[in-house]
């Protein structure tokens, strides 16, 4: 089970590693060289996030619908080149924009479409491989194995890609991102070698009948049950809304946990643009923001693993909080003293508190979840994740634009945003306070620590 472990991780960590360029590297290279709409970039980058719905369809497609007798490997494989594609084109599309703003749109909205629907498509059939060759009791480790991989590529990517733009030019660019894509499509190649067994098709429309077809189906979904597969996944999203807003407690949970994720995820598309505005920072330089930030959110995954059982996960959650509040005052603090040092004191703290809390809040989740619901909670989670994210990247790319029309520095608009975030992370500290987790603790199942860490990564 090691080596396919190993392999699913490989896979992990080759999907992950085409978010990198995208999110540390071309968002900073269009918002600052190339002068295009921040908002506009957030969404490009966002559409990962905005197409995440279908994953519903896609992984209930890929249960009856097995290719040579595969039911995941065609569609990870399909996801993949479909991402790698989108990163290859993309930094084309970035310098078509510049020049030709509408042609270049179209194009834009076709490859990072195309790493979009690749991510989603990829992304919920691997963890469905993962889950059903793991099992119940050993899913939580194979995908906190899987998390850990992608965590380490994240950062060897970005120091990788850090080295090849230096010195920063559009054709070091583009060889840069095809480097990366090309080392992406090796370790998930690799990863797919004889990882998944065959079996034989589940049920022929063909030769049975409506209630032989059902019978069939109804089999396959109590044998990926007894595999281990999140169920979640065959929840809609109406009925994950509606068994959150049915119970008041787990809606304030919800709203807060929307809130909390918007402020700490919704910075990506602008750290590293605010690195190049603020401190004249060269694309190297700004690629490597990355690599520090996820060096400190793996070392505050492995703090918030010690503290397990140590320190009441309320506690936990909160010092995350605070930590990654105090990140983005710090960030805003550096912008108006002008110092890069300050700077890197921000994003370490930020790093931290993002991995402090987002475990700890996970953790929280489960005393919210009402017994025999878990895996319409944790498809519910996926959902606020995927949504918070783009909330959060749309409106900080937003904010900027309008800031910086109206005062017309764009480090201002920057300031504004972090700013914004601070109070946001503020907000969901004081709604924590509130929340009664003891009155909910009924009979709920608690996950392992590898389990959080599982959903972290989902």
Request: aromatic share 8%; net charge positive.
């Amino acid at each position: 089970m090691l080596l396919k472990r190993i392999q699913l991780g490989l896979i992990h960590a080759a999907v992950a590693m085409t978010l990198v360029p995208i999110n540390s590297t071309l968002n900073r290279v269009m918002i600052k060289e190339l002068s295009i709409s921040a908002a506009l970039v957030a969404v490009l980058a966002s559409l990962p996030y905005l197409f995440s719905p279908i994953q519903v369809f896609i992984g209930s497609y890929s249960d009856r619908h097995p290719i040579l007798g595969l039911r995941r490997t065609p569609y990870i494989l399909a996801g993949l080149l479909l991402c790698v594609l989108g990163v290859a084109i993309s930094p084309q599309v970035a310098f078509l924009m510049a020049q030709n703003f509408l042609l270049g749109l179209l194009a834009g909205v076709f490859a990072f479409g195309l790493w979009g629907m690749g991510y989603n498509l990829s992304a919920v059939s691997y963890l469905s491989l993962a889950s059903e060759l793991s099992g119940g009791n050993e899913r939580g480790k194979t995908i906190a194995v899987m998390w850990f991989m992608m965590i380490v590529s994240i950062i060897m990517t970005a120091i990788g890609l850090s080295r090849m733009v230096d010195p920063y030019t559009p054709q070091a660019l583009i060889r840069a991102f095809g480097y990366v894509a090309a080392s992406a499509l090796t370790l998930g190649l690799l990863g797919l070698i004889k990882l998944e067994p065959q079996s034989a098709p589940h049920f022929s429309p063909i030769f049975a009948d409506e209630n032989s077809a059902i019978t069939a189906n109804e089999e396959v979904r109590k044998r990926g049950d007894e595999k281990g597969r999140t169920v979640a996944e065959n929840y809609s999203i109406k009925q994950m809304s509606a068994a959150i807003t049915a119970n008041p407690a787990a809606r304030t949970f919800f709203i807060y946990l929307l809130l909390l994720l918007a402020a700490i995820l919704g910075q990506d598309v602008l750290l590293e643009p605010f690195g190049a505005e603020a401190f004249n920072m060269s694309v190297t330089q700004t690629t490597r923001i990355t690599s520090i930030w996820g060096t400190f959110v793996l070392v505050a995954i492995l703090i918030a693993g010690v503290l397990e059982g140590r320190v009441a996960k309320k506690t936990v959650a909160q010092i995350g909080n605070i930590g990654a509040l105090a990140g983005f005052v710090v960030i805003v603090v550096s912008g108006a003293a002008h110092s890069r040092g300050i700077f890197y004191t921000g994003v370490t703290l930020l790093g931290l508190g993002t991995g402090l809390s987002t475990v700890a809040n996970l953790s929280l989740m489960f005393d919210f979840t009402v017994p025999g619901m878990t895996g319409l909670y944790i498809g519910a989670w996926g959902f606020s994740n995927a949504l918070s994210r783009l909330a959060g990247s749309i409106l900080g790319g937003v904010m900027r634009d309008v800031v910086n029309q109206a005062t017309g520095s764009a480090l201002s608009g920057y300031l504004v945003v972090f700013t914004l975030e601070a109070l946001m992370l503020l907000a969901a500290a004081v709604m924590l306070t509130r929340l009664d987790i003891q009155k909910f603790k009924k009979g709920v199942e608690e996950p392992s620590f590898a389990e959080k860490v599982a959903l972290a990564a989902e």
